[in-house]
């Protein structure tokens, strides 16, 4: 644990980085209806910084934008602009979030990032918080390596891993090592971005490919579900873990829906310790009582038709993970469909909540 002096229980001014895309304006949702943050600076893009919010994004939520950002003036992403902070959301672009969210952690910043450029770092938390918030242990390590004293840099995953690792924690806590997984995709629009796939590609259509999507799965499960060095400065990846991925884009606006096959390294559960075991399943985040953790991590459906996007995925606010469709399977042992939200805990929520736990455990 950080043993920086704050309490956990007081507001903290939140940045936004990446404000105006639609990762940023689910942030701002998110942040403004969460009491632990206020939200204190917002940056985006040179071309946006100078303008008030209101003008300055094309508001995409289904959620009324927030009274209290539509005046504040965009700022440029510089940690120059962000003094005041202290927590910075980053729902920047992977093709600037680099360099970006790098310079505002050497200026002593907390970061919690939604891109993929440090997730595989080996001294940064690749963290879903519901599954793996042990991984914080390496944040000291991080710290000593820079030379900060409040800095770091925390991931959250990709939004289809955010939901297979939840099941796949349970059952791995509860029965024992996982040999084998297979994973099917169906992943919405929203998981994009904006303006996202041309309408013409995705109406009436299916495309079988999310470029990068499928390696990015099969490593940071095996990042996320791993552990951490004896001297907390490195992640140790699972190296008996084997997964496979295909990710598909669907014409869907929000909820990635996945198919999943284990194999048990050992003698597999029956199907009911199975459905007992996902139901009986929780976290940390819950136990010390962070506000964005769900009452119910995974909701497992006995209903032979679900999960389904427009039914489920709001299922714990979003936070939560809904199994159903759990059988015998015929290849491995377990077969099951489980139902994400991809821009809650899938991006923004997963980050809020990182965040919620580091203040909690005094990292902030």
Known sequence: MSSSASSPDRI??????????????????????????????????????????????KWKMSE??????????????DPAHFSGCDVIFSGLDASVAGDIEK???????????????????????LCVPVVNTDHYSLISGQR????????????????????????????????????????????????????????LDILDNIVPLISGEEPKMEAEVLKILGGVNDGATACMPLSDLRVSATCNRVPVVDGHTECVSVEFAGTPPSMEEIKRC?????????????????????SVTEEEDRPQPRLDRNAGEGMSVTVGRIRECSVFHVKFTLLVHNTVLGAAGASILNAEYAAKKGFL
């Open 12 to 57: 903290l001014n939140a940045g936004v980085l990446g404000a105006t895309g639609t990762v940023g304006q689910r942030f701002i949702v998110l942040l403004a209806q969460n009491p632990m943050f206020r939200i204190h600076s917002l940056g985006a893009s040179e071309r946006s910084a100078g303008r008030p919010y209101k003008q300055a994004t």
């Open 64 to 77: 009324l934008m927030p009274e209290e950002v539509r005046d504040v003036v965009v700022k440029p992403c």
């Open 103 to 125: 310079a505002f952690m050497e200026s002593d910043f907390a970061v919690f990032s939604n891109a993929k450029n440090y997730r595989m770092v080996p001294n940064v938390p």
């Open 144 to 199: 000593a390596h820079y030379g900060l004293k409040k800095g770091f840099v925390v991931t959250n995953s990709n939004c289809s891993t955010s939901g297979l690792v939840v099941p796949l924690k349970a059952l791995q806590d509860r029965f024992g090592p996982l040999k084998r997984v297979i994973v099917t995709t169906l992943q919405a629009i929203s998981g994009a971005g904006y303006p996202g796939v041309a309408s």
């Open 278 to 298: 996902l139901r009986e399943y929780t976290c940390e985040a819950q136990d010390i009582g962070c506000y964005s953790a769900p009452k119910q991590v995974i």
